[in-house]
């Protein structure tokens, strides 16, 4: 009998430190961070930190608001819906990236423009 309380209390305290469901969000944040910031190699170390930042911002928000609108909640009460919802969490954050970038270089085209000539730009379409 003791081996089995043993063994829960393990499983339990090993949920715990990595922040139970919180922390599964985060591995799938980290996850997608790692494998955009490898298929496009950021530029200089300011671009690496936005890239970081909103790629782990997207995972998070991306993926509980698609939790959230899909009423899946339900599946984190097994450990493969957990990895589901892991999955979810890394497949949100590599759009965020690509968006960041395009967002950024777009604003770096127009840097030197006054706000009268973003304006025209806009109204004839971009």
């Not at 782990?56 to 097994?78: D, E, F, M, R, T």
């Not at 590599?94 to 950024?104: C, E, K, M, Q, S």
Request: proline share 4%; net charge positive; aromatic share 8%.
């Amino acid at each position: 009998m003791e081996p089995t309380t043993s063994t829960g209390a393990a499983g339990v305290a090993g949920w715990k430190l990595i922040g139970g469901l919180a922390g599964l969000g985060v591995m799938g944040a980290g996850l997608a961070a790692i494998v955009v910031m490898c298929a496009s190699t950021p530029r200089d170390p300011k671009e690496w930190a936005v890239g970081l930042i909103s790629t782990v911002v997207a995972s998070v928000a991306g993926g509980a608001a698609v939790v959230q609108y899909l009423g899946i909640q339900h599946w984190a009460l097994n450990p493969f819906g957990l990895m589901a919802l892991l999955g979810l969490c890394f497949t949100c954050g590599l759009p965020g990236w690509a968006l960041v970038r395009w967002t950024f270089n777009a604003i770096r085209k127009r840097e030197g423009l006054g706000i009268d000539d973003i304006a025209k730009e806009v109204k004839n379409g971009l």
